[in-house]
């Protein structure tokens, strides 16, 4: 029987039972009952080692019951993938394959919004490097210019990740702000289309065709739509009838329309 020392020596994690054995039997079987139930046996056995790892990630927004889930399919996976011939313990090949598992089902269905994967990778680095940084600077916040330091990011990328770490979950728009004692909510913060862009686009279209229209028909046009005078008062000013201040805006008007609608065409 071997000691203790030999068996930690061999194993790396406590929860690690001796199954080189029966992974080389499996490799040998053909697939039918007999070898489903060894296949179960072998899952069995390292639940254990599966469920502990699922206990690294809690308190990240997940039950730790889903995690286990996602663990135990992990190990599944594991162990259909496992080849002993490759002369590597089964615990060495299946911690990375596990942790993989659960790190995925973070990435894939833990954001409210899709964050491409290097923003989620920044975030990562970003939120162990200032984890370490509390420890060692106690009393205060690290600063960005440390963060990227201690996760070999630029600065912008440092930014970026502490950005990322705001943003795993999504508020509401009806989500009243901090602070808020009228009912400010976050939909109020939204912009909407100004209307006076369209005005802009059409002075900017019609201004080269006021420009080469005859000085009196600029006049009038000016007098009456920036100057907001009344027709009866700019033909008082021009010494012309109102009628005729009325044909002169209203030709002036479709011989402008007409101009802009033959460019826009």
Known sequence: MRSDAQQTKRHPHDDAPDTAAAFRRLTEMPHGPERDALRQELVSAWLPMAERLAGRFRNRGEALDDLRQVAALGLVKAVDRYDPERGSAFESYAVPTVTGEIKRHFRDHMWTLHVPRRVQDLRNRVRFARQELTQTVPGRTPTLAEIAEKAQLSEEDAAAGLEALESFTALSLDAELPG??????????????????????????????????????????????????????????????????????????????????????
Do not use: N, W
């Open 180 to 265: 808020s004692e009228d009912g400010y909510a976050l939909r109020d913060a939204l912009g909407a289309p100004d209307p006076a862009l369209d005005v802009v686009i059409d002075r900017e279209a019609v201004k080269p065709r006021i420009a080469a229209l005859p000085e009196r028909e600029r006049a009038i046009l000016y007098m009456r739509f920036f100057g907001d005078m009344t027709q009866s008062r700019i033909a008082e000013r021009l010494g012309i009838s109102q009628m005729h201040v009325s044909r002169l805006i209203s030709r002036c008007c479709d011989r402008l329309r007409q101009e802009v609608m033959q460019d826009a065409a």
